[in-house]
């Protein structure tokens, strides 16, 4: 059986892996599974009391243009930071139970992913309240989205696979997914970054990623087409270093834990 044919066979175990990480995270809050909506919500609420009645820089439905550009970011922040350490935190699964190893990381993906998803259906009510149309350009959602996943699923199965061994990978994410909040247009629009540098600045897969879920959200359509071209070509680079690396430092995990 090959590698792949051996993750489809076992999909299951994945769901349950995912479903684990997700349980495990509010097993012992007040009001459990509940958070997965409140979490979003009052995000959601602040973000617009704040840039709707304090803070006004003239751009049209700003709490809609940041949200939908916050949504997406946190979502990779968050996924990115709790991936990198999917492996080194789980030695007792690693040492004893027979399993894909990449299927640690990808459901620390799958958990935040829900989290992602329900902001999203959240975000869509804000918008009917604030006079945002929704057009037929959400039927697309999920391909923003699914870009959203190759972009953490690259960067988080390199991150997992190198902080085995070297565990300042996640202290370096930490400070690195800050500084990216800021080179990343979530509270500034991409027109805002001079020209000439534009291309250079869409090299960071992220923004692709803002600017295709903000163009869907609130334009009713898709990005230009050279941004488009330019985030699928860094994710597809970025995922499949991701998988290199980890497919071939995954013999070496149970020497590091």
Known sequence: MTAFAELIARRDLLFNLTHAELTARYRSAALGLLWFVLTPLVLM????????????????DYPVFVLSALLPFTYIQVALLNTSTSISRSPGLIKRAHMPRIFLPLAAIGSNLVHFVISLVLLLPLMVAMGVPLTPAL?????????AVAVVTGAGLLSAALNVAHRDVELILSAGTRVLFYLSPIFYPLSAVPEPWQPFYCLNPVVGV????????????????????????????LLAVGIIVFVRRQPDFEDYL
Not at 139 to 147: D, E, G, K, T
Not at 221 to 226: K, N, Y
Not at 229 to 236: N, W
């Open 45 to 60: 609420v602040v973000l617009t009391i704040v840039f709707e009645y304090v803070i006004d820089l003239g751009i049209p």
């Open 139 to 147: 039927l697309l959602l999920p391909l923003a989205i699914a870009l």
């Open 210 to 237: 803002i600017e295709m879920h903000r163009a869907l959200l609130l334009d009713g359509t898709l990005p230009p087409s050279w941004l488009i071209g330019i985030t699928v070509g860094s994710t597809a680079v």
